[in-house]
Structure formats: structure tokens, C-alpha cells
């Protein structure tokens, strides 16, 4: 099993930054990649960003957030950060902390409890 821990959400104005983190224990052995994804009222969980765990450490965001947020890891603090910057209204959302460890075939992935993150427009 793999725990994550997030911590960072918080209520800004419209431009302002936060950075959310994410902490991982447990078999974190075989994790393949770690990211943040979103939900907002009534609408589906998106993925906002990944990294892969490894030498390539590729990124990946949503086009929304693209040069806006960055995602990046302390290898040797199992930690996963997302730094939000010119936050939007419209970024309003649960974020939670993802892991994916990948087999062959399959994958399974493991959430946090999730961080509210407000944006008063």
C-alpha cells in the first residue's frame, strides 16, 4: 500500500500562488509516475499534472495550466509539489495527490484525502 498526504490548499485572490504537497510512504518501491488532479463542483476529476519517477522525470500538464503551475519531486523527501501560479477562478477545485504504480498490463493507482483550493475572483 502507498499513503499520500497533501497539504498546501488554502483561499487566495484571483493572481496569487500557492504550492500544494504531497508526501508518499509505504511501498513506494514500483511507483511509475505521481501527479495532481482536480475536481470541481459537479464536474469530472482532470488530471493537472505528472512527473514520472525515474531518470527521464517527464512532465505533463493540462493545456489550462500550461506555464501557469509546475510540477516537481524531492526524490530523497518522497514529496511531490505543485507550485500554482496566477491562480484563476476557475482553478477552484479539490486537488489530490495521485501515485501510479504500473505492471505489464495494468495499473493502480493511489489518491490522498484531497486539499480544497479556493480562488475568489
Known amino acids: 500500500q502507498v499513503q499520500l498526504v497533501e497539504d498546501g490548499g488554502g483561499f487566495v485572490q484571483a493572481g496569487e500562488s500557492l504550492t500544494l504537497s504531497c508526501v508518499a510512504s509505504?511501498?513506494?518501491?514500483?511507483?511509475?509516475?505521481m501527479g495532481w488532479y482536480r475536481q470541481a463542483p459537479g464536474k469530472k476529476r482532470e488530471l493537472v499534472a505528472s512527473?514520472?519517477?525515474?531518470?527521464?522525470?517527464?512532465?505533463n500538464y493540462t493545456d489550462s495550466v500550461k506555464g501557469r503551475f509546475t510540477i516537481s519531486r524531492d526524490a530523497a523527501k518522497n514529496t511531490v509539489l505543485l507550485s500554482m501560479n496566477s491562480l484563476k477562478h476557475e482553478d477552484t477545485a479539490v486537488y489530490y495527490c495521485n501515485a501510479r504504480r504500473y505492471g505489464s498490463t495494468w495499473h493502480v493507482d493511489y489518491w490522498g484525502q484531497g486539499t480544497q483550493v479556493t480562488v475568489s475572483s
Open positions: 509505504g511501498d513506494i518501491g514500483n511507483i511509475g509516475a
Open positions: 512527473i514520472a519517477i525515474g531518470n527521464n522525470r517527464n512532465t
